[in-house]
């Protein structure tokens, strides 16, 4: 192996036994030259520490970390940051898999310049939506990842990145670029939508790889993502922190444009609506007797948080906003069932076409 990793992925580990197996492999099988992998247990009571010491008595590619109490998936990662020594980290959950030849599409695309250039601060990846029954549905993104052109750019010439998702596996983080940040992952869910969105903001090169690298495990139980509960309520704080972020680079006189804002904007109250009221097949994650509390919080973000002359998008997603800015909760929650509705036979609709379409000779 290299002395210095291109690539150190980072795992964190607890509860997800069933599943680990099936990561590890998508990660280690096939995987190219100058692969590092930091799998951090963290303190996981269904025997996942144990799986993880035989896998790197037989490879030693793995490297195990074992915490001694359990303190969320955010101190996992700042834990296998620390021990990293790759140009890159990659993190990767231990439900979910690295797809199929991502490694060595992501490894090709990093690859050194010949003359010697850094690779880009930052690399976003797609993904698709893996569900229990098989099933699997393109990341939201997929058609902007289209659209961005080749090469490197910053966030400036491509506010609409902020419309991805702030998950930390969807990106590889130049590792001196993400310890310059500033910022680690905090405790708690949400824990990611501060370091991606510092990233965003202070990469000076940023590279899309137009592949599908990643499949995110929907809807698992147990999984902090379709688990309803108080701890939802941290996309708040998450978010108070991201706009003291653009606030911090504005004072120090570093220029973040309008259309930035407005991306970052759209991209915290769309965020908060997903968790309200969730989205086809995919109930809300706010407890029923906290709904209109946290319908209240996100109108008085949007109030405090619009950026001057601000204009709603078309559409649905304009509609609500306009709700949200207004205050009208109760429209809000009538309209919501019909909005899912739409949006589901719009689904369906697409993809009986698909089936449907004769193929080509």
């Known amino acids: 192996m290299p002395s210095r990793p291109l690539i150190s992925v980072v795992i964190p580990v607890y509860g997800v036994a069933d599943y680990l ?14 692969l590092e992998v930091i799998a951090v247990d963290d303190a996981s009571p269904d025997g996942c520490g144990a799986l993880l010491d035989a896998r790197a008595a037989a490879d030693p590619r793995l490297r195990v970390v074992h915490l001694t109490s359990n303190a969320g998936p955010g101190h996992a990662r700042n834990v296998g940051v620390e021990l990293a020594t790759g140009e890159y980290v990659w993190f990767i959950d ?36 893996s569900y229990p029954d098989g099933r699997t549905e393109p990341s939201p993104g997929r058609k902007l990842f289209a659209q961005v052109p080749p090469g490197e750019i910053t966030l400036s010439q491509q506010p609409r990145l902020v419309e991805l998702t702030m998950t930390a596996w969807s990106k590889l983080l130049r590792r001196e670029f993400l310890a310059g940040l500033g910022v680690d992952f905090a405790a708690g869910i949400h824990e990611d939508v501060v370091v991606t969105s510092a990233a965003l903001l202070q990469a000076r090169s940023i590279a899309v790889l137009d592949a599908v690298c990643y499949r995110y495990r929907r809807d698992r139980p147990g ?34 444009s309008a259309a930035v804002q407005a991306a970052f904007f759209e991209r915290a109250i ?92």
Request: aromatic fraction near 8%.
């Open 94 to 129: 231990g439900d979910d898999q690295a797809a199929d030849g991502a490694l060595a599409a992501i490894t090709r695309r990093l690859a050194p310049a010949a003359d010697g250039r850094p690779g880009p601060d930052l690399l976003l990846i797609d993904w698709v939506n």
């Open 21 to 34: 197996s099936a990561c590890l492999d998508s990660v280690l099988g096939g995987a190219p030259d100058g």
């Open 270 to 361: 769309w965020h908060y609506s997903t968790i309200l009221t969730g989205g086809p097949g995919r109930p809300g994650l706010v407890p029923r007797d906290q709904r209109r509390a946290f319908f209240a919080r996100m109108h008085a973000d949007f109030l405090a948080r619009r950026p001057p002359g601000y204009r709603p998008p078309p559409g649905a997603r304009g509609l609500k906003f306009r709700l949200i800015e207004l205050g009208n909760y109760r429209l809000y929650a009538a309209l919501e069932p019909v909005n899912d509705l739409r949006l589901a036979a719009r689904r369906i609709s697409g993809s009986l076409s698909t089936r449907r379409r004769p193929r080509s000779s």
């Open 223 to 256: 999984s902090f993502m379709v688990t309803s509960g108080t701890a939802q309520l941290a996309i708040f704080p998450a978010y108070d922190r991201v706009f003291g972020l653009i606030a911090a680079q504005q004072a120090a006189g570093t220029e973040v």
